[in-house]
């Protein structure tokens, strides 16, 4: 929007018109920060009207909005997204971001940068949102009596990556650990989330196995104790 300015110069009830501008005000950005993936993948669209065609840039915080939340990264809003164009704008204005395992639970707030760079740089609508990642999830379906630990184990966050699972003997807490394969065997159910762990013969002696599903994330804090324990013995190692 734009208001124009007229100078009259005036002697009596007489004036005349000098001349006149027009200034034009400058309008914030605007965008909405859409969701979090399962998988952590932050998406959403941020543009100004006043330079429709120029990609801005994104500020994402963690904790709080800028001033009171920390500053985690910043990336540039350039990628197409039609439903934007249809409704409000033209240009490449999409925007999406992969948040690593230590933003988990945590409120994310995005802003975006004005145009002009000197502001209003306005927080996104949506904002704050928050990434729940779940841990894994599975089962110790069995030990054969040949000695293979058999089940499985998936990751809800990532449903496409295994997940890697760990056998100890006892409690991980208190056990060790002795063995570890990727969940990615064909399950007669469907999926690519089996496992299958030869239990070395030392290993069968009557202790308890457990097995571990560890989260493709990285964070150790969200592994997860499948269901299911069995005891390993001398008749399970031929």
Known sequence: PSTTFRLYSRKDV???????VSITANQAPIGNLDAIEKDGLLRGWAGDK?????PLVVQIFKGG?????VFVDQVTADLPRSDVNAQIMSGNHGFSYRLDAALAEV???VHV??????????????SPKIWINEAPHGSFESLS???????????ENTPNAAVLVQLFSGPAEAGRYFAAAFAELKQVGGGNHGFSVKVPVEYCNGTAIYAYGL??????????????????HATNAT
């Open 65 to 69: 909005p800028y001033g009171a939340g």
């Open 215 to 232: 989260d493709t994330s990285g964070d150790p804090k969200r592994s997860t104790l499948l269901s299911n324990q069995f005891a390993c």
């Open 145 to 155: 009596v040949d000695g293979f630990a058999r089940g499985y184990a998936v990751d």
């Open 107 to 109: 409120p994310i707030y």
């Open 50 to 54: 006043d330079t429709p065609t120029t």
């Open 113 to 126: 940068l004005d145009s002009s760079g000197a502001g209003p740089n306005p927080l996104l609508d949506g």
């Open 14 to 20: 007489a004036s005349r018109l000098l001349g006149s």
